[in-house]
């Protein structure tokens, strides 16, 4: 079985905190994803990652930035929490024959900001 | 652009009744169509996937239709359990890879 782990189930940090989000797969895939899960406002993509290094902006990358320095972990930062990015995180991971799409998720990291 | 809309819930049922979540997409060219499904306290899983018109994908009693002529790609299934409660989301894997848009998602309770 697929197995993606996130670092923390949940987390709470102070306004301007630097926040590291971590997240491991043991499939050897090459694309990875960072999600936020919001109510009403389904899965919307932050970042993705299709290969070591290398990283592409989703819909929602302002005030995130993120870190894929080996193939099986992809990091998501958060320079400065905020407020608003109180929020569910979710990582997940694909295969490349499946072009990206047929992912597999991590159980999600419960960030609250105050 | 390419969008996911689909019914909003929460949808209660009785254990065994008929299960239809709605869910229609706007695309271009030939996208992949999904359903995934988030049990309480986990992560999203894959439950069903069509990649061509027509297709039906079918996984543990759930199915669903890919229908080009309406754009749509409605979850099904005939007697729904207890366990079965959790959020469905319908997707669309966008043409040229790496992109699936979700839809909001629909949470399903069901009552014993």
């Known amino acids: 079985d697929v197995k993606v782990t996130q670092s923390s189930r949940y987390l709470v940090k102070r306004t301007g905190e630097k926040v590291f989000l971590e997240c491991v797969q043991d499939?050897?895939?090459?694309?990875m994803f960072w999600y936020r899960q919001d109510p009403g406002l389904g899965l919307r993509l932050i970042y993705f990652?299709?290969?070591?290094?290398?990283?592409e902006k989703g819909d929602i990358p302002e005030g995130y930035s993120v870190s894929r320095e080996k193939k099986e972990r992809f990091s998501l930062i958060l320079e400065s929490a905020s407020t608003n990015q109180t929020s569910m995180y979710l990582c997940?991971?694909?295969?490349?024959?499946?072009?990206?799409?047929?992912?597999?998720f991590g159980p999600g990291t419960r960030l609250t900001v105050t | 652009g390419n969008s996911v809309t689909q019914m909003e819930g929460p949808v209660t049922l009785s254990e065994e009744a008929f299960l239809t979540i709605n869910c229609t997409y706007t695309?271009?060219?030939?996208?992949?169509l999904f359903w995934y499904v988030q049990y309480p306290g986990e992560g999203l899983q894959l439950l069903l996937k069509?990649?061509?018109?027509?297709d039906k994908g079918s996984n543990k009693g759930f199915e669903a239709t890919y229908r080009k002529e309406t754009t749509s790609f409605h979850l099904e299934k005939g007697s729904v359990q207890v366990s079965d409660s959790a959020v469905y989301f319908c997707a669309l894997g966008a043409t040229g890879g790496f992109k699936t848009i979700f839809g909001a998602g629909t949470r399903l309770f069901v009552k014993a």
């Open positions: 499939m050897d895939h090459e694309n």
């Open positions: 990652s299709y290969d070591v290094k290398m990283k």
């Open positions: 069509a990649t061509k018109a027509d």
């Open positions: 997940a991971s694909s295969p490349p024959w499946t072009g990206g799409y047929e992912q597999y």
């Open positions: 695309a271009t060219g030939y996208p992949s």
